[in-house]
């Protein structure tokens, strides 16, 4: 378990916190700790996470960006099952034939339904570096590389 998460999840959990922080002040509840975390994660085991936000609480029943970062981490990594599920079922919607592989431009939507801020020349940079031997497909396994950066 690496316990890595990208800037992009930095940001949102900083947006997260940010509008938690109403009185801006560098910490928030616990209870709302909850509360993001219930819109982020799909599930996550109750009594661990009172376990660990209790460890992360410096006695004042808050928790600081740094702490809420720890906490967030510890239950996004661990939906990595769940996120595959998802993945698969996207990848399964259009490998129509089941071969194992969808073509590039299935995967351009894909990518584009996922993020519609990207460009398309980022678009083609993306589909380049996954469709490394430009056989204008991509299987499951660089799909799942891909958006799991792993």
Do not use: W
């Not at 996207?90 to 339904?113: C, H, M, Q, V, W």
């Not at 996922?114 to 430009?134: G, R, V, W």
């Amino acid at each position: 378990m690496n316990n890595q998460i990208d800037d992009e999840q930095i940001t949102m959990l900083r947006r997260a916190f940010s509008m938690f922080d109403s009185s801006k002040q560098g910490r928030i509840e616990k209870e709302k700790v909850r509360t993001i975390l219930n819109t982020m994660v799909h599930s996550y085991d109750d009594s661990e996470l009172d376990q660990i936000l209790d460890n992360e609480d410096d006695g004042s029943g808050k928790l600081n960006f740094d702490s809420f970062v720890r906490v967030a981490t510890h239950f996004l990594d661990e939906d990595d099952e769940a996120l595959q599920k998802e993945l698969k079922e996207a990848f399964r919607l259009y490998d129509k034939e089941g071969n194992g592989y969808i073509p590039t431009s299935s995967l351009r939507e894909i990518l584009a339904a996922l993020d519609d801020q990207l460009t398309p020349d980022q678009l083609n940079e993306m589909i380049a570096e996954i469709d490394t031997d430009a056989s204008g497909t991509v299987d499951f396994d660089e799909f799942m590389e891909m958006m799991t950066g792993d």
